[in-house]
């Protein structure tokens, strides 16, 4: 069985929607880096950098970082469509993905955690850098926009690994909020992959309303 450390709100929930469409159980274990608990000392050991979602496989083996947990799922189980069947569309899914993990997943880890990057430095300095890397994430999440075209999602007909990452990221730090005036069709297309009947149920869990 698969076992998935994950937290509510968290980029867990991209995963968990990924492993219900592969059809495979799995057991979520709440953990998370700031709670002093058992199962995040368990995860710690998986894990050195205590982050989730962290994916333990049935073999026990550790996948870490969102994206390629979604990668090697959707390469693992075709029929899941997590990545295009077409060879000539999934680079740009793969490429879709990192970006959004080096672009904007990132900053989030900058702007919730400002004093884990700085030397010292008094509280205007953290709300500095917090600003600044706000609007960056803004930018990168207008770039990407920009370069990446939903059909009329990014999985084609359907959704797939990217649309269901960029759905989960896109809840945090104002970036919805942002969107909606700087790229208000993205924002539109992150409502509709919310209602999304593949999407919307693991999505209720973390997001009640």
Known sequence: MYQLFGHRQSGSAAVEIALEWCGVPFRRIDAYSTEDSEATRELKTLNPQVQVPTLQLPDGSVLTEAAAILIHLGLSFPASKLLPDDPLERPQTLRGLVYVAANCYTPIGIIDFP?????????????????????????????????????????????????VLAAVITRWSGTREAMLSARPEFHGLLARIDRHPRVAPVLSLHWAE
């Open 115 to 163: 004093q884990r990057w700085l030397d010292g430095g008094d509280g205007a300095c953290a709300e500095s850098l917090v600003r600044g890397t706000q609007q960056r994430l803004y930018r990168n999440w207008a770039l990407f926009a920009d370069q990446f075209a939903a059909r009329p999602f990014f999985g084609g007909a359907e959704p797939g690994a990217l649309d």
